[in-house]
């Protein structure tokens, strides 16, 4: 008799989300690069895209500080023991 193997969940559904938020993020800033420049130039681009990389400065600060608090209570805990 066959087993079946053990499934996580969890990891496909946190790929399964996160590959829909990058793709997401994709087709917007595609759209965005091919509109933009038809109303408003390509300065007006140049803007657009300057202001979304300059946003994920702070984005990825908070994205970095938020793993690394996890890390850090996990090493805690598992020290704790």
């Known amino acids: 008799m066959s087993q079946k193997p053990p499934t996580d969940y969890r990891a ?3 790929t399964m989300l996160r590959n829909i938020v ?3 993020a994709v087709v ?3 759209v965005g690069a091919i509109f933009i420049p038809y109303s408003y130039g390509w300065l007006g681009l140049a803007g657009g895209l ?3 990389f ?3 400065i702070p984005i ?3 994205v970095l500080a938020v793993l690394g608090i996890d890390k850090l209570s ?3 805990e598992d ?3």
């Open 12 to 14: 496909i559904n946190f």
């Open 22 to 24: 990058i793709g997401f």
């Open 60 to 62: 990825g600060a908070t």
């Open 79 to 81: 020290n704790d023991k």
């Open 54 to 56: 300059v946003s994920l």
């Open 74 to 76: 996990k090493w805690l």
């Open 50 to 52: 300057t202001c979304i």
């Open 28 to 30: 917007i800033l595609l």
